[in-house]
């Protein structure tokens, strides 16, 4: 186990380094690449309701993504995370700036009182997040298992996607288990499909 940890670690802190020394302008146009390719992408386009998450610093941002995708009436579902058990419960949004609160942890949410709770197996595409990644699919995350939970319970169908700088992008993460990899990482150089 502890040699899983140390390996994440490491993975992190090269990630860290890499993305560190990039420019803000380089991480822009990066980051413009992969919102193209996220909006050109078949499993995106066609999807009736699609996951996505409210980035927080670490994260590929996806504030853009998410008010684009609502632009082109496409069903945009996010988290409201609880403290039973690590759960999530997921709520579809209809308009960025007047259904999403602050949460107690100051994530972005959205509000339960305004937002329509959508079942988990509605969910046609889900773009999970994460601070590295591996080309077999593996992920590192905060560490607090939300996102590699929710990877294990969303219906087969249901495409699993990770949107990445290159940078972010690591030889190889030690799993505890294969079953909370993603199936598509969209980075600015590549589309990688899990091996």
Same mark, same amino acid.
């Given at each position: 186990?502890?040699?899983i *940890?140390? $390996?994440?670690?490491?993975? @992190?802190a090269v990630?860290? /380094?890499? @993305?560190e020394n990039l420019t803000?302008?380089e991480l %822009? *146009?990066?980051y413009? &690449?992969i919102?193209?390719k996220?909006?050109?992408f078949a499993?995106?386009m066609e999807?009736?309701?699609?996951f996505?998450?409210? !980035? &927080?610093?670490?994260?590929?941002? &996806? %504030?853009?993504?998410i008010k684009?995708a609502?632009?082109?009436?496409?069903?945009?579902v996010l988290?409201v995370?609880? !403290? +039973?058990k690590?759960a999530?419960n997921? =709520?579809k949004?209809?308009n =960025?700036?007047?259904?999403?609160v602050k949460?107690a942890n100051?994530f972005?949410?959205?509000d339960?009182e305004k937002?329509k709770?959508?079942?988990?197996?509605?969910?046609?595409?889900a773009?999970?997040?994460?601070?590295a990644?591996?080309?077999?699919g $593996?992920r590192?995350g905060?560490?607090?298992?939300? =996102?590699s939970?929710?990877i294990? *319970?969303?219906?087969e169908t249901?495409?699993?996607?990770?949107l +990445?700088?290159?940078d /972010?992008i690591?030889?190889?993460i /030690?799993?505890e !288990?294969? *079953?909370f990899?993603?199936?598509i990482?969209?980075t600015d150089?590549r589309v990688i =499909?899990?091996?």
């Amino acid at each position: 186990m502890d040699e899983i *940890k140390n $390996g994440k670690l490491n993975n @992190l802190a090269v990630v860290a /380094q890499r @993305l560190e020394n990039l420019t803000k302008e380089e991480l %822009s *146009k990066k980051y413009k &690449t992969i919102e193209n390719k996220l909006f050109e992408f078949a499993n995106f386009m066609e999807a009736q309701l699609a996951f996505l998450y409210t !980035s &927080t610093n670490n994260e590929i941002p &996806t %504030s853009r993504i998410i008010k684009k995708a609502l632009q082109i009436e496409k069903g945009i579902v996010l988290p409201v995370f609880t !403290s +039973a058990k690590n759960a999530i419960n997921l =709520y579809k949004i209809n308009n =960025y700036d007047k259904d999403l609160v602050k949460s107690a942890n100051d994530f972005l949410e959205p509000d339960i009182e305004k937002c329509k709770k959508i079942p988990l197996e509605d969910i046609d595409i889900a773009i999970i997040p994460g601070l590295a990644f591996d080309d077999k699919g $593996g992920r590192i995350g905060f560490g607090n298992n939300f =996102y590699s939970k929710l990877i294990t *319970k969303l219906p087969e169908t249901c495409r699993k996607v990770s949107l +990445a700088y290159e940078d /972010q992008i690591v030889d190889q993460i /030690q799993m505890e !288990s294969r *079953k909370f990899t993603v199936d598509i990482i969209i980075t600015d150089k590549r589309v990688i =499909y899990k091996i």
